[in-house]
């Protein structure tokens, strides 16, 4: 049983930064990835990035592509996403999920689900 656990919730003003992080406890396997999906209010759930476990390969929605960055710290089996020139429309709830590859590239349902950082972008 994979557990995660995010933190990092915040008030940031449009342009600024924030980073997210997960922690993971329990098993992953090599076939997993782990990411974030954000849902904003009144809109569906949505993938934002993920990172493969085998071999730390980054994938990213193109909203956020070149603003946000995921990496991960094995030791401390801890996800992170930093957030950089922070949008109006980056305003979510920010879940981390643990997945198949295959899932996370076809949209399946991820196995494994935090319970979620609440992001604000605003002045």
């Known amino acids: 049983q994979l557990q995660l656990v995010e933190s990092g919730e915040g008030l940031v003003q449009p342009g600024g930064s924030l980073r997210l992080s997960c922690a993971a406890s329990?098993?992953?396997?090599?076939?997993?990835?782990l990411g974030w999906f954000r849902q904003a209010p009144g809109k569906e759930r949505e993938a934002v990035s993920w990172?493969?476990?085998?071999?730390?390969?980054?994938y990213y929605a193109d909203s956020v592509k070149g603003r946000f960055t995921i990496s991960r710290d094995n030791a401390k089996n801890t996800l992170y996403m930093q957030m950089n020139s922070l949008k109006p429309d980056d305003t979510a709830v920010y879940y981390c999920?643990?997945?198949?590859?295959?899932?996370?590239?076809?949209?399946?349902?991820?196995?494994?689900w935090g319970k979620g950082t609440l992001v604000t972008v605003s002045s």
């Open positions: 999920a643990a997945g198949t590859v295959v899932a996370w590239f076809n949209g399946y349902a991820m196995d494994y």
């Open positions: 990172i493969l476990i085998r071999d730390g390969s980054t």
């Open positions: 329990g098993f992953t396997l090599d076939y997993y990835a």
